[in-house]
T-cell receptor
Framework: QKEVEQNSGPLSVPEGAIASLNCTYSDRGSQSFFWYRQYSGKSPELIMSIYSNGDKEDGRFTAQLNKASQYVSLLIRDSQPSDSATYLCAAGGGAGNMLTFGGGTRLMVKP | SAVISQKPSRDICQRGTSLTIQCQVDSQVTMMFWYRQQPGQSLTLIATANQGSEATYESGFVIDKFPISRPNLTFSTLTVSNMSPEDSSIYLC??????????FGPGTRLTVL
């Protein structure tokens, strides 16, 4: 059974701080990893993908992957109230890149 | 990324009835997926919609309850049959763009009374 685990939160950070979201996965065969942002009442929006060990930066977002530890993280710098949402971690691999989703972490950024 | 639309965006249905949800993509895609998101929960994959062949269902989901059609590379439907209140969820279609990423449609919010 493939599993992706996330702390459900809520994770509360002040505006301007760094938010750190974490995720672990059970399937060592997973090859690709994704972070989706989901606002309440909306569908998930892809914000980051990462495929190899190390860091990947895109604007205020940095994804980190450590395959040896089966660990993925997302850092959000200069957090804004508009970043308040649920962040879903997903792991994929194999034909069609079937995804397994974690339960999501709710982030609250306080002004 | 592909532009994905779903119809209806929401519906309220009576138990025992069926609802068909449509998913339209603005470009041809090889793989389309249907997910369910129950209230306060994460996403669960229902099935992979295969063009020209029967859908591939995940454990716990069966064709009689969730029949799926995929007549071409831009369109798919999911039917929720003989509905009960436990089927109240958001149903999402997603597409795999071949470049390693999946994108979601806006979802259909279903309430069963």
């Amino acid at each position: 059974q493939k599993e992706v685990e996330q702390n459900s939160g809520p994770l509360s950070v002040p505006e301007g701080a760094i938010a750190s979201l974490n995720c672990t996965y059970s399937d060592r065969g997973s090859q690709s990893f994704f972070w989706y942002r989901q606002y309440s009442g909306k569908s998930p929006e892809l914000i980051m993908s990462i495929y190899s060990n190390g860091d990947k930066e895109d604007g205020r977002f940095t994804a980190q992957l450590n395959k040896a530890s089966q660990y993925v993280s997302l850092l959000i710098r200069d957090s804004q109230p508009s970043d308040s949402a649920t962040y879903l971690c997903a792991a994929g691999g194999g034909a069609g890149n079937m995804l397994t989703f974690g339960g999501g972490t709710r982030l609250m950024v306080k002004p | 990324s592909a532009v994905i639309s779903q119809k209806p965006s929401r519906d309220i249905c009576q138990r025992g009835t069926s609802l068909t949800i449509q998913c339209q993509v603005d470009s041809q895609v090889t793989m389309m997926f249907w997910y369910r998101q129950q209230p306060g929960q994460s996403l669960t994959l229902i099935a992979t919609a295969n063009q020209g062949s029967e859908a591939t269902y995940e454990s716990g989901f069966v064709i009689d309850k969730f029949p799926i059609s995929r007549p071409n590379l831009t369109f798919s439907t999911l039917t929720v049959s003989n509905m009960s209140p436990e089927d109240s969820s958001i149903y999402l279609c997603s597409v795999y763009d071949g470049g390693g990423e999946q994108f979601f449609g806006p979802g259909t919010r279903l309430t069963v009374l």
